[in-house]
């Protein structure tokens, strides 16, 4: 029953910065990790960051992108800087029980996508 809602997504040009905001809802229980996701188009979905007990992100994003998590808020947060062209996806906010993984099947809840398109 757990909801995720991305939202912060859209139009920045090389090297601007963007902030990702994924909101859940509905009750949760357990050891839950987080994740980031994206798809640009033609290409397979693949994982961005992630944040459990530990912090992962794919070495493309290292030192770019940063995740962040709100538990009052119950907020996931990616503060995306010093964007690219090849940043450009549509980027989802997953959820599961259990350690930060990459696997996107290994995920439980997956929000709709907010698109970012990094262009001059």
């Known amino acids: 029953q757990v909801q995720l809602v991305e939202s912060g997504g859209g139009l920045v040009q090389p090297g601007g910065s963007l902030r990702l905001s994924c909101a859940a809802s509905g009750r949760t229980v357990g050891s839950v990790s987080m994740g980031w996701f994206r798809q640009a188009l033609g290409k397979e979905r693949e994982f961005v960051a992630g944040l459990g007990w530990i912090t992962v992100y794919v070495e493309s994003v290292k030192g770019r992108f940063t995740i962040s998590r709100d538990d009052a808020k119950n907020t996931v947060s990616l503060q995306m800087n010093n964007l690219k062209p090849e940043d450009t996806a549509v980027y989802y906010c997953?959820?599961?029980?259990?350690?930060?993984?990459?696997?996107?099947?290994?995920?439980?809840?997956w929000g709709q996508g907010t698109q970012v398109t990094v262009s001059s």
């Open positions: 997953a959820a599961r029980r259990g350690a930060v993984v990459t696997a996107e099947g290994d995920y439980d809840y």
